[in-house]
């Protein structure tokens, strides 16, 4: 299985759009950087027909370590999630999208 990286995606905008290899590059930083800063700041990112990007607050908990059986707290966090859109499950799936969804 391959990988999608930052220089297939730079080639990719250079083959498809006809902008130049550095102004391809440039491009996907930029937007890289301006969903990586609306994560940052609380917003969510939605593509449409592929997801959208939120950040969520988990709570303070106790863990318990698997090795040795000792409970641990597990500190209050911000993490990433990604809620896939029907377009792109219904793509992975190859199957077809139900009539009337928005996503």
């Not at 130049?20 to 593509?47: F, P």
């Not at 219904?90 to 139900?98: G, L, S």
Request: cysteine-free; hydrophobic content about 35%; glycine content about 8%.
């Amino acid at each position: 299985m391959n990988t999608v990286t930052r220089a297939h995606l730079t080639e990719t905008i250079y083959t498809q759009v006809g902008l130049s290899r550095n102004e391809s590059a440039d491009l996907l930083e930029t937007v890289l950087n301006r969903m990586s800063s609306a994560l940052e700041s609380g917003e969510s990112v939605k593509i449409s027909g592929f997801g959208t990007f939120s950040v969520r607050q988990k709570g303070r908990r106790i863990g318990r370590n698997p090795k040795t059986g000792v409970e641990v707290p597990i500190l209050p966090r911000r993490v990433l999630v990604f809620r896939p859109s029907q377009v792109l499950k219904a793509h992975v799936n190859h199957t077809t999208i139900p009539l009337g969804d928005d996503e």
